[in-house]
């Protein structure tokens, strides 16, 4: 097979990759909301992907790698739940959460998918 | 922000995927786990997709960077090993350059085989999985038999599959080494030809930067074969690209040539269905697709189509790495003495199993390396040393 239409082939694939990549982060990527706004609004974003930010505090660790903390920011807090390898939260910290708004029997927390430092 | 962070991961793991391809024994694997090791730290950084990511990019770079070492040096892994010896043939004639082109054709389209094949098996695998589980000790008897009974020494041919078979079956089974199929694939497939090639005083000629030509019609003969082998093994335990090729070898003659793309297909097709399995019926089948289940717990739809993503992005790349690496290792080989370099990479391989996989990993590199070379000088094809896998496979779908 020709040399120049196989790199004209590789050059299209990865294009289209990109644009892909760019589509789907544009889904993965929700806007940052405060803790208030998605409990006002829990009804709404229920389900779906949302980002917050705020200071952590009542760190629970669990045997099995689990880790449920509070979330505060001004006079709202929510719970966030991780179920996965997330780094080491630290009391009184800042963090932004992204990850889904679950609702359960009027509970309402964050089943976190990446944890990250925040600066405000 | 988030695109920027995506976009540098994948190319910081094109580069790794590079180093893993070219260098002899360096297995993503390894670096994936180093990788999990220190990810509570990373993730304090960065989030659990970036490192997906990483990985994803690194696997799909190195499955068509690491038929270079495979086909110049004689230096396999598991999912290139059967590509060496007409790899070596080709290199003889000064094709060098155009065998890794026609692995690097075959993964690219490979690449685009195995996303069109995502959204098909995405809701048939779940229904059929259980079927393909019992039928697949069947399948490789019937193939391991087909293998035997192809060749025109049938009774050498059983003696190399089952010895391979037995070394196979207690490297595999007996936990004696870590990663036990760096020594023995190496000694079966790598250091067993360049010992041939030490004694039979083999020269390099050459080589030319041109293609091997292919007719349209066997490439898309190829590529079918690898559309049917791939996803058979691709969620299926302790099944691998190497079986997917003695499938589909299985499935009629091939010649050479095309025998090269279809490896390189089926090296990249099984890589990117592993995380498709692992999307589908929660069941990672690759080394890469268990440390991103183990980043990631709920591997869900947009992970999945992130990694796809990913793979177009970096496969195209990788292509164009991989012809850039070729033409310069060929430009190269044909100028060093051979010998010696074949004495340099037994030496350096045979360092990387001992730090590797330990001290007892040289007694299996040399009883690879013996039976390699009694396959060869016994004129039985290479594939039948797949005994090493095959054997313990069925062994593990009856014990």
């Known amino acids: 097979m020709n040399t120049r239409i196989l790199l004209k082939l590789s050059f299209i694939i990865s294009l289209l990759g990109l644009f892909s990549l760019i589509f789907l982060v544009d889904?993965?990527?929700?806007?940052?909301?405060?803790?208030?706004?998605?409990?006002?609004?829990?009804?709404?974003?229920?389900?779906?992907?949302?980002e917050t930010f705020g200071i952590a505090s009542e760190i629970k660790n669990f045997s099995s790698g689990d880790i449920y903390f509070k979330l505060n920011w001004k006079n709202?807090?929510?719970?966030?739940?991780?179920?996965?390898?997330?780094?080491?939260?630290?009391?009184?910290?800042?963090?932004?959460?992204?990850?889904?708004?679950?609702?359960?029997?009027?509970?309402?927390?964050?089943?976190?998918?990446?944890i990250k430092r925040f600066v405000p | 922000m988030f695109f920027i962070e995506i976009l540098l991961a994948s190319l910081i793991g094109v580069f790794f995927g590079v180093i893993c391809g070219l260098t002899p024994g360096i297995h993503i694997n390894l670096v994936s786990i180093i990788l999990f090791s220190i990810s509570s730290f990373l993730l304090g950084i960065t989030s659990p997709i970036i490192l997906m990511v990483f990985i994803v990019s690194m696997s799909i770079s190195q499955c068509f960077l690491d038929f270079i070492p495979s086909i110049f040096l004689g230096a396999p892994d598991e999912n290139t090993a059967l590509s060496i010896l007409p790899g070596h043939k080709l290199l003889l004639e000064g094709k060098g350059y155009g065998a890794i082109k026609l692995t690097a054709i075959g993964g690219l389209f490979g690449l685009l085989i195995a996303i069109a094949l995502t959204p098909f098996l995405i809701f048939v695998v779940p229904i059929i999985y259980p079927s393909i589980t019992k039928i697949m000790p069947l399948l490789l008897i019937l193939i391991s038999l087909s293998l035997i009974m192809s060749e025109e020494k049938i009774f050498p041919a059983i003696?190399?599959?089952?010895?391979?078979?037995?070394?196979?079956?207690?490297?595999?089974?007996?936990?004696?080494?870590?990663?036990?199929?760096?020594?023995?694939?190496?000694?079966?497939?790598?250091?067993?030809?360049?010992?041939?090639?030490?004694?039979?005083?083999?020269k390099?000629?050459?080589?030319?930067?041109?293609?091997?030509?292919?007719?349209?019609?066997?490439?898309v003969k190829t590529l079918i074969k690898s559309l049917f082998s791939s996803p058979l093994v691709s969620f299926l335990p302790g099944v691998g690209s190497s079986q997917a090729a003695v499938i589909a070898n299985?499935?009629?003659?091939?010649?050479?040539?095309?025998?090269?793309?279809?490896?390189?297909?089926?090296?990249?097709?099984?890589?990117?269905?592993?995380?498709?399995?692992?999307?589908?019926?929660?069941k990672p089948r690759t080394g890469s697709a268990v440390i991103v289940g183990k980043l990631i717990s709920e591997f869900g739809l947009i992970p999945l189509l992130i990694c796809l993503a990913v793979a177009l992005l970096v496969g195209g790349i990788s292509f164009v790495i991989c012809l850039f690496f070729a033409r310069n290792f060929a430009k190269l080989i044909s100028r060093i003495n051979y010998q010696k370099l074949c004495l340099s990479i037994i030496l350096i391989v045979t360092i990387i199993c001992l730090i590797v996989s330990g001290l007892l990993s040289i007694i299996i590199l040399i009883t690879g390396t013996s039976i390699g070379i009694l396959c060869s000088?016994?004129?039985?094809?290479?594939?039948?040393?797949?005994?090493?896998?095959?054997?313990?496979v069925i062994l593990y779908y009856f014990i």
Do not use: H, W
Not at chain 1, 93 to 104: A, F, N, P, R
């Open chain 1, 27 to 50: 889904a993965l990527e929700p806007d940052l909301k405060s803790i208030g706004e998605i409990l006002n609004n829990s009804k709404e974003y229920s389900g779906k992907e949302i």
């Open chain 2, 204 to 219: 390099i000629p050459e080589q030319k930067i041109v293609s091997i030509d292919v007719s349209k019609k066997e490439i």
């Open chain 2, 250 to 282: 299985a499935f009629g003659k091939i010649s050479e040539k095309a025998f090269l793309i279809l490896l390189g297909a089926i090296n990249i097709i099984v890589m990117i269905l592993g995380f498709v399995a692992l999307f589908s019926i929660n």
């Open chain 2, 159 to 202: 003696f190399i599959f089952i010895i391979s078979g037995i070394l196979g079956f207690i490297v595999l089974n007996f936990g004696i080494v870590n990663e036990p199929l760096l020594p023995l694939f190496t000694g079966l497939f790598g250091t067993s030809l360049l010992t041939i090639s030490i004694f039979e005083k083999v």
């Open chain 1, 76 to 114: 709202d807090s929510i719970e966030v739940r991780g179920s996965f390898i997330i780094p080491e939260i630290n009391q009184n910290s800042s963090y932004e959460v992204t990850g889904i708004l679950q609702e359960y029997k009027g509970y309402t927390y964050i089943e976190a998918r990446k």
């Open chain 2, 377 to 392: 000088k016994l004129g039985v094809k290479k594939i039948n040393l797949m005994g090493c896998l095959l054997i313990p």
